[in-house]
């Protein structure tokens, strides 16, 4: 039975992925639709209550600045913001944020379903249609099949998802939902490599019986900034902000976890899907880091209106029984009742060197993957995927230019790169160390590195943009203004210099070069600058930044074109590899299943040798001056 309205766009899932994804294709005019399995979980956090973080901040900026929407519902929904790595340079400073989980679900749920151009509807799929390489459309649980021309899978943990606490495990997407069983079995039918993966999430405590007084207390930032650029400043500041606390476990609790350990799935060997090396388990900790005698335990709020906790840092699949005698070994937790244990989920994923730049699959057109079924973990890199996957389709659809961010631009770009040239064979997450430019690739720029692009493809409005146009000239004039305003060693000056910078000044200097000493800030040199027009907090840290670290940036802006000499280079999707002379079987196998878009995507396969590229290089070569010679 086929349903009465064709779809532009359809996504399937609505978490972090699945909402960017639909929301994006319906905010360029076209007609969408999001499926999932529950209405009542749009945007569910299904693991810890917040956002952000190391990286992971960056890419909800990045998000933003495409007219995404992880940044404006996490700044609706925050209860304590946290700017981290502040003692460190500016590349690796990133914004994190304790969120009230269903304020974060209402607030998401309202913006999907206020969206024009885009329906809502409660379905688990079951399969993909598909006919001659192309997928045209999805078949649901209720029999009905929905037709569209871009298919936007953002499943999560959905597919043949299996969840474990100690001897107990049961067929869920997530605690609470039901899983998709059947979808798995389509994707393999049409071709799709898949494999197995395991995330988990820790227990959900009672507030009530937790003694808060005996742990260190962690307020949020006194000046709280908002993720996203549409947020009112003011009104963040305003709002109080409720604390985390931070506890330890200790040798006895560790004991109580080895002495079980032959009750963990995990260890019994009944989880045969790999876990995230970057989040493991408290099990996967003791065993693991044995030397350590205590592991560093977070708990943090769910939200204003529940006394749940989410005691993050002791993920576990234990049994129930188990998990209660652990928690009371540690200190503040001895009476603590659980509210919801902890448990580990198995899914299906597929290997993401299966999928393009774009996020469009390469065995299926029309058919794109984002989120958790490319083998990532968080809400941030799954959001990061489903704009983008959203983005490309409706590109695709309107014949416009394609949405490729490289690893120059962007987070998002960097991730995705590695996922589609690296692939992965463990849930992947994005770090600031994963990036080639963090300097350029900074949280407080992602504006100025991506909003041309959101106004490009239709997400950011007139109004912003031209907000954004200000902004930037209005950093480019006080640049300039600093650069031209001269100061002479007199004693005044001499004064002032001394309480916050080593060394006089020993002749006339720019209020910029003044501002590049390591011990100096736009702040301090305010006595000598009594002419500085009123500037925005945004404004004038982009103008310390870019004046400061000159050198730097300019270095790097020097190593990326370089790097995009060999990026635009491209190589055709049907470049055959097999007949190339010089090059190993092992890099022809690899290769040809990759199919990398740009010889800077080959040159970062794993295995592939400068030699081989410059073979590849020599080909392409001759291919271009057969076709200058034939069209001679």
Not at 18 to 40: P, Q, S
Not at 358 to 375: D, H, S, W
Not at 454 to 465: H, M, T
């Amino acid at each position: 039975m086929g349903y009465n309205k064709d779809y532009d766009v359809i996504a399937i899932g609505a978490g972090h992925a699945g909402c960017e994804a639909a929301l994006a294709a319906a905010r360029t005019g076209l007609n969408a639709v999001v499926f999932t399995v529950n209405l009542d979980n749009i945007g569910q956090m299904s693991c810890n209550p917040a956002v952000g973080g190391l990286a992971k901040g960056h890419i909800v900026k990045e998000i933003d600045a495409l007219g995404g929407e992880i940044a404006l519902n996490t700044d609706k929904a925050a209860l304590q913001y946290r700017m981290l790595n502040t003692k460190k340079g500016p590349a690796v400073w990133a914004p994190r944020a304790q969120a009230d989980r269903a304020a974060y679900r209402r607030e998401m749920r309202k913006v999907v379903e206020s969206q024009k151009n885009l329906d809502v509807k409660q379905d688990i799929i079951e399969s993909i249609i598909a006919k001659d390489g192309k997928a045209l459309g999805v078949r649901g649980r209720t029999g009905i099949n929905y037709m569209g021309k871009a298919i936007i899978l953002a499943t999560g943990t959905f597919l043949k998802g299996l969840i474990h606490m100690g001897d107990v495990n049961y067929s869920a997407g997530r605690a609470g939902d039901a899983p998709a069983e059947n979808l798995s079995d389509s994707l393999r039918k049409l071709g799709f490599d898949l494999g197995r993966l395991k995330t988990g999430t820790s227990p959900r405590l009672d507030g009530r019986t937790i003694d808060f007084s005996v742990m260190a207390i962690q307020e949020g930032d006194v000046d709280p900034e908002p993720f996203s650029m549409l947020s009112d400043p003011e009104e963040i500041r305003r709002r109080p902000q409720m604390p985390c606390y931070i506890t330890y476990t200790n040798p006895k609790t560790h004991q109580i976890i080895r002495d079980n350990l032959h009750r963990s799935p995990l260890y019994g060997g009944k989880i045969v899907g790999v876990g995230p090396r970057y989040c493991p388990s408290v099990e996967d900790k003791v065993v693991k880091f044995a030397g350590k005698d205590r592991h560093q335990i977070f708990l943090e709020p769910e939200g204003r209106e529940t006394t749940e906790i989410y005691a993050n840092g002791i993920s576990t699949s234990l049994p129930v029984d188990v998990q209660i005698e652990f928690l009371h070994t540690i200190k503040g937790l001895e009476n603590v009742e659980i509210v919801r244990p902890g448990y580990a989920i198995e899914y299906d994923f597929a290997p993401p060197t299966q999928v393009k730049p774009t996020m469009e699959t390469k065995l299926v057109e029309n058919l794109y993957f984002a989120g958790q079924i490319n083998g990532t973990t968080g809400y941030e890199e799954a959001a990061g995927q489903g704009i983008v996957a959203g983005i490309n389709a409706a590109l695709k659809i309107k014949g416009g230019e394609l949405l490729v961010l490289d690893r120059s631009e962007a987070y998002i770009g960097v991730m995705i790169d590695d996922l589609i040239t690296k692939g992965t064979i463990e849930p992947y997450r994005v770090f600031t160390s994963r990036a080639e430019y963090r300097l350029l690739l900074r949280q407080d720029n992602a504006d100025l590195r991506l909003m041309e692009k959101g106004y490009r493809v239709g997400l950011i409005g007139q109004e912003r943009y031209e907000k954004f146009l200000e902004k930037k000239a209005a950093i480019e004039r006080e640049i300039k203004r600093i650069c031209s305003v001269r100061v002479n060693p007199t004693g005044s000056v001499q004064e002032v210099l001394v309480k916050v910078s080593e060394g006089e000044l020993k002749k006339s200097s720019s209020l910029a070069e003044l501002l590049k000493r390591p011990d100096v800030s736009y702040d301090d040199l305010k006595a000598l600058d009594p002419y500085r027009p009123e500037l925005s907090k945004d404004v004038i840290r982009q103008a310390e930044v870019e004046v400061k670290y000159e050198g730097y940036i300019k270095r790097q802006q020097a190593e990326v074109e370089t790097f995009r000499k060999l990026e635009r280079r491209r190589i055709p999707p049907d470049f055959d590899y097999t007949g190339l002379h010089g090059l190993k079987t092992e890099a022809k196998e690899k290769l040809t299943r990759i199919k990398p878009a740009f010889i800077g995507q080959a040159s970062r396969i794993p295995g592939i040798t400068p030699s081989d590229i410059s073979v590849i290089l020599v080909r392409l070569e001759q291919m271009k001056r057969a076709r200058e010679r034939k069209s001679a």
